[in-house]
């Protein structure tokens, strides 16, 4: 717990956000009454704007980063940025911003410092000897996301195999205490020994791991094949674009939505009949940018979900501001797995939550996509995306929240499911 510090009116305050009622510092045997279970951990976010990205671009990442902080459970109090060509290979900024970072540290008195790419393990063990405190990355973060909000044994088990990925070419850092300081007899200690120990226990634990999940990935082939008699809808989308919520609204089932990131992690399959015509509609955990490479590898079986599927719905939150780098960083994502040929309606969510900053008459300047009203993006590309891409079979603007425009969905959703079992199943074609 981080000592209390004073604020602009003269006051004292911790980070329990209890106040003093008689205005003076409380005393540790005050602040030991206090439970540390609701203490947010407070964190100072770093990122490097490298050649080729805009300093926007970098600050829209941070306010992700800062959300990721959020859903983690911790408080940013501080955001540091650092143009450099590329990020330095000893301690990802350079020297003079790493003595700023540690004055913002000890006057700030933070838990731990985030930074908003994966560091090497030669950057974590020099910014831990430098700043003297724990360092995080943005994988990490992640990684700690998708631990807390794991709730299945698959899902568990993938989180697992994805830490232990991430933590194997690290463990040096985790036993400096043993390392040789110098030459010498008498001087060599167990270090190394017990570093070899570790990784070999990591590494028989990870391919432990892998024959589990191999083991998960047969039954779900098997679980597959007995729904090979109902075409396959698969939602996909970034993080916190609404999945959850439109899944819930089209199967009238009620999975778990929040407005955090990676609400979501285990794969959920519902029978849903629009008209007459019944078929399968998947809800899949979300991509983001960025999204570590151990995830994509430990997530197999579910994102095998989205490579099985016979048409995708690709939601995008249309009042994010940067949501065509969202549907970049999904369609990355998608030819990653080999699922970015498949037949996909493109749905722009949250029309309701979108907003703009309206130009006045006498203002001269070029409009950005910030001024855009929602009637001029729906004539713009996104509407007709579907004319401009092969695999885009048609394009729409809803709200899942208000239920606007969701029956023209249905509709599309049928025709396109119609198709596709009228070509499978020919001899069922009197069902519609």
């Known amino acids: 717990m981080s000592k209390p510090w004073k604020t602009d009116k003269g006051k004292w305050k911790d980070n329990t956000g209890v106040w003093d009622s008689e205005n003076k510092r409380p005393?540790?045997?005050?602040?030991?009454?206090?439970?540390?279970?609701?203490?947010?951990?407070?964190?100072?976010l770093v990122s490097v704007c490298s050649s080729g990205t805009t300093m926007e671009r970098t600050e829209e990442y941070l306010n992700e980063l800062a959300f990721l902080l959020e859903t983690a459970g911790g408080v940013t109090v501080k955001k540091v940025v650092q143009k450099l060509e590329h990020p330095d290979s000893r301690t990802y900024v350079g020297s003079g911003k790493l003595e700023e970072i540690k004055e913002y540290k000890e006057a700030l008195e933070v838990d731990f410092l985030v930074f908003d790419d994966e560091l090497s393990p030669a950057q974590l063990r020099n910014l831990e000897k430098a700043l003297d405190c724990r360092i995080l990355d943005r994988t990490t973060l992640i990684l700690d996301i998708f631990a807390k909000r794991a709730r299945t044994s698959i899902a568990k088990t993938q989180v697992e195999l994805a830490q232990l990925q991430y933590m194997l070419p690290r463990l040096t850092r985790l036993w400096t205490h043993l390392e040789r300081q110098?030459?010498?007899i008498g001087m060599r200690g167990p270090g190394e020994s017990q570093i070899e120990t570790d990784r070999r226990l990591i590494t028989e634990k990870i391919v432990l791991l892998k024959e589990r999940l191999q083991t998960?990935?047969?039954?779900?082939?098997?679980?597959r094949k007995n729904r090979e008699s109902l075409v396959r809808v698969a939602l996909v989308g970034y993080t916190n674009v609404g999945k959850s919520t439109l899944m819930n609204l089209l199967s009238k089932s009620d999975v778990f939505a929040e407005n955090k990131l990676f609400a979501t992690l285990d794969t959920t399959v519902r029978k849903v009949v629009v008209g007459n015509l019944p078929f399968l509609l998947t809800d899949t955990v979300g991509f983001i940018?960025?999204?570590p490479h151990?995830?994509?590898e430990s997530f197999k079986s579910t994102l095998d979900e989205v490579c099985?599927?016979?048409l995708l719905i690709h939601v995008v939150d249309i009042s994010h501001p940067d949501h065509e780098e969202q549907i970049a960083a999904v369609n990355s994502t998608l030819e990653e797995i080999g699922a970015n040929n498949k037949p996909t309606i493109l749905v722009f969510n949250k029309i309701d939550a979108?907003?703009?900053v309206k130009k006045d008459e006498d203002d001269l300047t070029p409009m950005t996509r910030a001024n855009w009203p929602l009637t001029m993006l729906q004539e713009s590309w996104m509407a007709k995306s579907h004319e401009l891409s092969s695999n885009t079979v048609g394009t729409l603007f809803i709200s899942a929240?208000?239920?606007e425009n969701i029956e023209a969905l249905r509709a599309l959703m049928y025709d396109e499911v119609k198709k596709i079992h009228a070509i499978r199943y020919p001899y069922n074609n009197f069902l519609y």
Do not use: F, M
């Not at 005393?27 to 100072?44: D, W």
């Not at 998960?216 to 679980?223: A, F, R, T």
């Open 216 to 223: 998960i990935d047969k039954q779900k082939v098997l679980q």
């Open 308 to 310: 099985e599927a016979d």
């Open 182 to 184: 110098r030459g010498g």
């Open 27 to 44: 005393t540790p045997q005050e602040r030991n009454t206090i439970s540390t279970a609701e203490v947010p951990e407070r964190a100072i």
């Open 289 to 291: 940018r960025k999204l």
């Open 401 to 403: 929240a208000r239920k």
């Open 294 to 296: 151990a995830l994509v």
């Open 354 to 356: 979108y907003t703009y």
